[in-house]
């Protein structure tokens, strides 16, 4: 995991689509947006071979339209990642790694460890 910087604007769909009834947060600018920003990548376990493309919600938004349409909630995952997290985290949980938060220095408190095997 490494830490990502998100536009500061949200895709336009996002509010238009929050004002709907059954609006989604899953328009093709939000995917375009969180694609670019996140460089290919599933913020979670990295893979660039995504075939399943997920707009992930980091704290659960259990049916909140401002958590689930809230642009800084909102990640690109595959669909692994996103299915093993689930629902689990919820907002104030403190031991979830955000990864597009700066005041959160992912690269400190993640320790890689590589193992030669012969
Ligand atoms: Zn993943």
Redesign the pocket.
């Given at each position: 995991m490494i830490n990502i910087t998100k536009r500061k604007d949200a895709p336009e769909s996002l509010a238009k689509e929050k004002a709907k009834a059954n609006g989604s947060y899953r328009e093709e600018d939000v995917v375009l947006a969180l694609f670019e920003d996140s460089h290919n990548k599933?913020?979670?376990?990295?893979?660039i071979h995504?075939t399943t493309i997920n707009v992930e919600h980091f704290h659960e938004h259990g049916g909140d339209k401002d958590l689930k349409f809230d642009w800084n909630n909102l990640h690109y995952?595959?669909g692994?990642?996103?299915f093993t997290k689930n629902d689990t985290f919820k907002k104030g949980d403190s031991n979830l790694l955000n990864c597009a938060n700066p005041e959160c220095p992912v690269d400190y408190w993640i320790i890689y460890r590589i193992d030669h095997v012969s």
């Open positions: 599933c913020y979670l376990c990295e893979d995504i995952a595959c692994h990642c996103n």
